[in-house]
C-alpha cells in the first residue's frame, strides 16, 4: 500500500517483545521488570553523552507503552498476527502481495462484522484517517472522550450540636455545567463536527521537555473535545460550558470539626460526552457553644467550683450534650484546675466510638462576701495561720 494512503505501519514492522527482550507469552510482571532493567540500564541520565544508549531507552519506553498496556498490547497482538498471515496487501506481509483487496469490506464499510477491522485500526493509529496516519480506506470521526465534571466549592455553618450529633442540611449551588443550546460541544446547532487538525483527534498533544522525555498536553485547538466545529455556538461562543443553579441535601457526619473539609462524590459539576460529574467539597463552620468547647474528639467545660468543695470534696451535676446531667465526685483535697474526664459523652469518632467530657474545676471567688461568710474566711485564716503557705519561698537556697 502507498505511503500516501495515510497507513503507518509501526507496528506491524516493530518487534516490541525482542525490544523488551521476553516472549510473546510473557506475563505483565515479566514485561514490567524487564522493561525497569533496561530502563535504569540506559536511563540518559545515567549514561550522559551515550546517544546509543539514548536511542534505546527511547525503544525501550515505546515497547512498554504499548505492550505494557494490556488493552494495546492485545490490539498490536492482533494487528500483528494479521500482518504475518498476510492479511495486508503490498508490504504487510509477504504472503498478501497482488492480492486483489475490497477495503471497503476489510475495515468495516458495509462488512459483516460488527465495528469491521477500521474501528480497531482507528484506535491504533489516529482515528480518522487525518494527517496523524489513519486508514483511508474508511474515514471515521472520532467519538469525543468523556469529560469529568468540575469540582465545585462551597461553604456551610452550622450549630455545635449539629456536629456532635450529625445533621442534613439544604445547599443552593452555581456551578458549571454544559451548555443547554449546544450540550456541551460548542459548535453551532445543526452544525457537524470534524476531526480537530492540532491533535489529529487524540485530545492531546505530545511536547517535548528535552532528551528523551515527553509529555502529553491536553489540546490547544480543541481542549480535549477531539472535534472542531467551524462555526462556534453563539450562546456559549465555542467554550460548550454555561451555568446552573441547583438545591441538594448534604449529609454532614458526626463528628465533623470547624472548618473540615466534606467531600461529596459525585455532586459537583455535570461531565461531557456521558463523563461522570465532578465531586463537590464543603468547608464546614460550627458555631461556638455557650458552655462547651472541644478537643479533637472530646468536649470541654469549665466547673466553677467553691473553695470548700475542693477542700472538703463535693458532687456537682454537669450538663450534656447528649442527654440527662451526669454526677461528677469531686474528692476532698483535690487542687484548683484539675481535669476530670466523664466517659463516652463527647463526638462521636468516624470508626463508631465515641470521646469524652473533660471537666476542669475551677474556683470560684465571690467578689462580696456577707457577714457570715466573712466571719467563716476570717476563722479559717486563723486557723491555718501557723502554717503558712509561701514559707517556702523565703528560704534561702
Not at 497507513?7 to 524487564?34: M, T
Not at 488493552?71 to 502481495?97: I, N, Q
Not at 454555561?242 to 438545591?247: C, E, Q, V
Request: aromatic share 6%; hydrophobic share 30%; glycine share 16%.
Amino acid at each position: 500500500m502507498a505511503e500516501n494512503d495515510g497507513i503507518r505501519p509501526d507496528w506491524i514492522n516493530k518487534d516490541y517483545y525482542a525490544e523488551l527482550g521476553v516472549k510473546k507469552d510473557a506475563s505483565s510482571d515479566d514485561i514490567k521488570k524487564a522493561y525497569r532493567k533496561l530502563a535504569r540500564a540506559n536511563h540518559p541520565d545515567s549514561n550522559p553523552g551515550d546517544d546509543a544508549k539514548h536511542e534505546k531507552f527511547k525503544k525501550v519506553a515505546e515497547a512498554y507503552d504499548v505492550v505494557g498496556d494490556p488493552e494495546k498490547r492485545k490490539k498490536y497482538d492482533e494487528v500483528r498476527t494479521l500482518g504475518a498471515s498476510g492479511g495486508f496487501p503490498g508490504g504487510f506481509g509477504g504472503a498478501g502481495a497482488g492480492r486483489g483487496y475490497n477495503f471497503d469490506d476489510l475495515f468495516g464499510a458495509g462488512g459483516t462484522q460488527a465495528g469491521g477491522l477500521g474501528d480497531m485500526f482507528g484506535d491504533l493509529f489516529g482515528g480518522a484517517g487525518g494527517a496523524g496516519g489513519g486508514f483511508s480506506g474508511r474515514r471515521t470521526t472520532p467519538r469525543a472522550r468523556p469529560i469529568k465534571g468540575a469540582d465545585v466549592e462551597t461553604s456551610a455553618t452550622i450549630g455545635f450540636t449539629d456536629a456532635l450529633d450529625g445533621v442534613t442540611i439544604s445547599l443552593r449551588l452555581t456551578s458549571d455545567s454544559a451548555c443547554p443550546d449546544c450540550n456541551g460541544t460548542g459548535g453551532k446547532p445543526g452544525t457537524k463536527p470534524r476531526v480537530c487538525p492540532e491533535c489529529e483527534g487524540a485530545g492531546y498533544v505530545v511536547n517535548s521537555v528535552g532528551g528523551a522525555f515527553s509529555m502529553n498536553e491536553t489540546c490547544p485547538r480543541c481542549g480535549g473535545r477531539q472535534l472542531i466545529y467551524d462555526e462556534s455556538c453563539p450562546t456559549c461562543r465555542g467554550s460548550g460550558r454555561g451555568t446552573s443553579a441547583r438545591t441538594i441535601q448534604a449529609r454532614i457526619p458526626a463528628g465533623v470539626k470547624d472548618r473540615q473539609r466534606i467531600r461529596l462524590k459525585g455532586k459537583g459539576a455535570a461531565g461531557e460526552n456521558g463523563g461522570p460529574s465532578g465531586d463537590l467539597y464543603v468547608t464546614v463552620h460550627v458555631t461556638p457553644h455557650r458552655v462547651f468547647g472541644r478537643k479533637d474528639d472530646n468536649l470541654t467545660i469549665d466547673v466553677p467550683v467553691g473553695f470548700d468543695e475542693l477542700a472538703l470534696g463535693a458532687e456537682v451535676k454537669l450538663p450534656t450534650l447528649s442527654g440527662s446531667p451526669v454526677t461528677l465526685r469531686i474528692p476532698a483535697g483535690t487542687p484548683n484546675g484539675r481535669t476530670f474526664r466523664v466517659r463516652g459523652k463527647g463526638f462521636r469518632r468516624a470508626d463508631g466510638t465515641i470521646g469524652d467530657l473533660l471537666a476542669t474545676v475551677e474556683v470560684h471567688i465571690p467578689a462580696v462576701l456577707d457577714a457570715d461568710a466573712k466571719a467563716a474566711v476570717e476563722a479559717y485564716r486563723t486557723a491555718m495561720a501557723s502554717k503558712p503557705l509561701r514559707t517556702s519561698l523565703l528560704e534561702e537556697s
